[in-house]
């Protein structure tokens, strides 16, 4: 589909799009709020990083909404803005490698060589520079927001994940905490600290496979802040045990 090839192409451009991060948009992430345009991008793995474009342009509001139509009197039905066309994957997610033939199959009518990167990267460099190809299609500055991994609320402010208000301690969610354990072995001065995100007695079976001294678990503290635990409690007495 022609339609939708060409505003991949303008959305790699105006949002410095990596494909990976392209061939995770949805419908869903594209939505009006006082009487502006904004685009969702995830970022990271999941949807814990989001970064947040308002669409300032209106010609391609105009195509993206043409695009749809076509898709809807094509009978295409998909939660994501770049479905997979082909008749196995139809509707499901686009492959990265789906949209770099597409940049490919452009780039050898144009009698050039380029990628969906070198798109991304001269998106990035007229970003900077103030410059663009022409006035339709114009960078847009992505704002970086980190989805609360307690209360799901999106928010500038980063605190191991956390909105400023479920940052203080007795709003934290410790079922999405973590673990610092700590494991040693019998009748000798060997400890080991390390993390789990589950259930720590599984750690003391997997240390415990192929170890030939037998060890036991002395006991391990619970925290959100596990990861930064871990390496503070390392730097600290890691010379000791």
Known sequence: MIARNILIIKFIYIFALQSR????????????KNNKNYLNIETGR???EIDICEIKNESVMEQTNYYRDLMVKKH?????IFPSLSFRTLGKAMSTKGVNDIIVR?????????SALNIRNLSNGHLFTHEYINTELKPSLRDKFFKCKSCGKLSKWRNDKLCE???????RDYNKSGYVYFIKAIDYDYTKIGIANKNVNDRLKTNQVGNMYELYLMGYLQSPDFKDMEQEIQSKLGKYI
């Open 165 to 171: 208000e479920c940052s203080v301690l007795g709003n």
């Open 21 to 32: 991060e392209l061939v995770k948009l949805k419908w869903s992430f594209l939505y009006q």
């Open 76 to 80: 295409i039905k998909s939660d994501f």
């Open 46 to 48: 999941g949807d814990s």
């Open 106 to 114: 452009l780039s050898k009518v144009r009698g050039s060589s380029f």
